[in-house]
Structure formats: structure tokens, C-alpha cells
């Protein structure tokens, strides 16, 4: 028998899709918007755990691949990349989304739904801005412990300062942000080492606190796109690379996202 064309069975399965309960306000289409356009943001991101990285990964929650790309640029010695996004709508929003080796898969795939005896474990699991959108964040990052091998990291940005949330917030399917405190009290002590833990952005709240709770912006709207075509660049060519240079020297004691460093023990 034939086989059946991988752009076909993708093709089939489309046409199969279900109503997608991931996607929220996060489908603007690849077209629209994409945080591949902020590129000094994607390097800030990466900068912030890069040290940590390994050679055998799993990622949760590709979105648009742009931090995928990220971490291919920044770290020549990858050998397995293991990508997965629980949404259909922005799995094949972005499913043709730039070039990438053969050791770089994605799946369509819930995190609650990964099989370790196929998918195996890894010295690092990422997620960058992903803990957020699931409801129960400390039931996952504890069965995350299986998927990590013993002295292996998990890598997590969120965002931070509770106070923060609003529309925004809702339309993009966050259950939380975050400080500290809540963070920590969703991490087993038994099963992770904190290596590290701290705050970044600190003049992101600023302007999230002006743009998001004052004025009430959504990005999914034309106001919005008006307000990311105008803003975002000169957030990420100005903004960014600037609290890049004096967070180096400086840790603030508050900021726009919160990055923790976890160590299987």
C-alpha cells in the first residue's frame, strides 16, 4: 500500500479538528503578528536560562516557534529537540513556520497526554510563558519530574505582579500571574531544587500597568495591532537591550515576568 504524504495526513486531520480550548485570544494568524518581529526580546529570553540548557530537550508550548528558532541560533550542541502545543488552531497556524533539522519534532499534544515510554527523558524541559495557561500549574510541573533526568533542569518564565491582571490577561487564557510566593508554593521541594528565582523587565510593569489596566488594551483587536505596530518595535530595539545591559548588574525586586531555574534532584 502507499503511503499516505505527511502534508496529506496533515490535510485529513484538519478537516477532522475539533473546537480548540487552548487557543483563547492567541490566534492573530502568523501573518498578523509574531514574536519572531521581536528579536532582542527572543535573545533577552534566552539569555535569562541559556546557561542551563542542555543537549536533549522538550519544550512546552511551541506557539508561533519563535523561541524554538531562538534556541536553535543561541545553542549549536542540541541534539534532540522535542516541541509540543496543546492548541490545533495555532499548531497549524504555524505548522509550515520556518525551516528546522531533523532532530527538531513538534506534536499537537496536551503535556498531561505525553507518554514517557515513548517520549523518553530529558535533561531540560522550557517553558516560557506557558505555566500561566494551565489550570492546575503545580499538578503539572510535578509530572513534569518524570520527564527530567536526575540533575536535569526545568526552565520557566511567567508573568509576574499579581496586581497586573487584567482583560488582557483573560482574553489570552491566563489563569494567574505571578510573585514569588505563589510560584513557590507551586514547586515540590522533594522533587526540585531552586537554583534560581528572580524578577526581570522591571519597566515592562509600567508600561503593562498603563496600557492594560488603565487604558484596557487588548491585543487582539485593531486598537491593539495599531498599539504592537507602533510600540513594539521601539519596546524591543530600545526597551529591552538597555534592561539587558543593567540587569547584569542589577536584580530588581519586581518586573513584568519571573523566571525560575529548577534542578532535578
Known amino acids: 500500500m502507499r503511503r499516505v504524504s505527511k502534508q496529506l495526513r496533515f490535510e485529513v486531520y484538519k478537516t477532522m479538528k475539533q473546537p480548540d480550548k487552548y487557543v483563547h485570544g492567541m ?30 530537550i522538550l519544550e512546552v508550548g511551541s506557539g508561533d516557534k519563535s523561541f524554538t528558532q531562538q534556541l536553535l541560533c543561541k545553542n549549536k550542541n542540541i541534539k534532540n529537540l522535542f516541541s509540543i502545543e496543546p492548541s490545533r488552531t495555532l499548531y497549524e497556524t504555524h505548522y509550515s513556520n520556518l525551516h528546522f533539522p531533523d532532530f527538531v519534532n513538534f506534536e499537537c499534544i496536551d503535556l498531561f497526554d505525553l507518554n514517557i515510554s515513548k517520549t523518553g527523558i530529558f535533561d531540560t524541559v522550557i517553558l516560557i510563558h506557558v505555566l500561566e495557561h494551565i489550570e492546575h500549574d503545580k499538578a503539572a510541573l510535578d509530572y513534569l519530574y518524570s520527564f527530567v533526568s536526575p540533575g536535569g533542569y526545568v526552565l520557566i518564565e511567567v508573568p509576574a505582579m499579581p496586581f497586573l491582571y487584567s482583560n488582557h490577561d483573560k482574553m489570552l487564557g491566563h489563569y494567574r500571574r505571578y510573585n514569588k510566593k505563589t510560584l513557590l508554593s507551586k514547586i515540590d521541594t522533594q522533587k526540585f531544587e531552586i537554583t534560581k528565582l528572580w524578577y526581570q523587565d522591571p519597566i515592562g510593569v509600567f508600561g503593562s500597568w498603563y496600557f492594560f489596566k488603565m487604558r484596557k488594551i487588548i491585543l487582539k483587536s485593531e486598537e491593539g495591532l495599531n498599539f504592537v505596530k507602533n510600540n513594539g518595535g521601539i519596546y524591543d530595539k530600545y526597551v529591552i537591550p538597555f534592561e539587558k545591559q543593567v540587569e547584569r548588574l542589577v536584580t530588581f525586586p519586581f518586573g513584568l515576568s519571573l523566571t525560575a531555574i529548577l534542578k532535578r534532584r
Open 27 to 56: 490566534d492573530w494568524g502568523k501573518d498578523v503578528f509574531s514574536f519572531n518581529d521581536m528579536r532582542n526580546y527572543r535573545q533577552y529570553q534566552y539569555d535569562l536560562i541559556g546557561r542551563y540548557i542542555g543537549t536533549n
